[in-house]
């Protein structure tokens, strides 16, 4: 299979009030239509990592950084911005922590936003991941009529509709019971296998997402050295098999 995103000897530095912290990534593939969880404790750079891949957040360094056959180091290179928001808006779908609907639209108009923004508009597919989530009866509620968990499902939704490549979830079971934590990683899951996306899933609770059939990528952390800088290290090896 092609790899949908590959990086080497990518970083990202902080260097602010807080402690300095880096994040590399010395080698990270993700295949077309592969599922993968990425583990960590807070503030390990889960978050950091999943905004760079959104290609939100530019890396202070990047030996390789591709993704869908574009080279996207050398677009942050560049300055272009444009082509990575185009490129952000066509093929990637986020489910970010909290959900991140807007409260003035409904939820058929929540789902349908990123179709909207890749220019895309499909009413047929928003009606379809409605009922396919089981949120079909509650399309023109708003968010705040909404319990967490079908909130959680209209991101997921908003996430697919417009049939992204890759989709990203940060921690998308951080606010939800421990059964309905379950239920959100088979959905995120089978949704994205049943549309062909890659999916990458940040969370803090890697047996949770191996039971769940995820292969997880733990982060390994590193005191601050001489530098006085910890690190965050994603590397594709060594992975923890789902049991």
Known sequence: MTALLSLRGVARAYRGDAAPFALDVPAFDLLEGEALAL??????GKSTLLMMLALAAPPDAADRFTFAGQDIARHWRAGRRDALADLRARRIGVVPQTGGLLGYL????NIALTQRIAGRPDPRRVRALAEELGIRAQ????????SVGQRQRVAIARALAHRPALVLADEPTASVHPE???AVLALLKRE???AGAALLVATHDPDRAARAG???LACETRAPGADGIAR????????LQAA
């Open 39 to 44: 583990a960590g404790p807070s503030g390990s």
């Open 106 to 109: 409904t939820v058929e108009g």
């Open 139 to 146: 399309v023109s509620r708003r968010p705040a009529e909404l």
């Open 180 to 182: 309905l934590a379950d």
């Open 192 to 194: 994205c296998a049943a």
């Open 214 to 216: 995820y292969p997880v």
């Open 232 to 239: 965050s290290i994603f590397a594709r090896a060594p992975m």
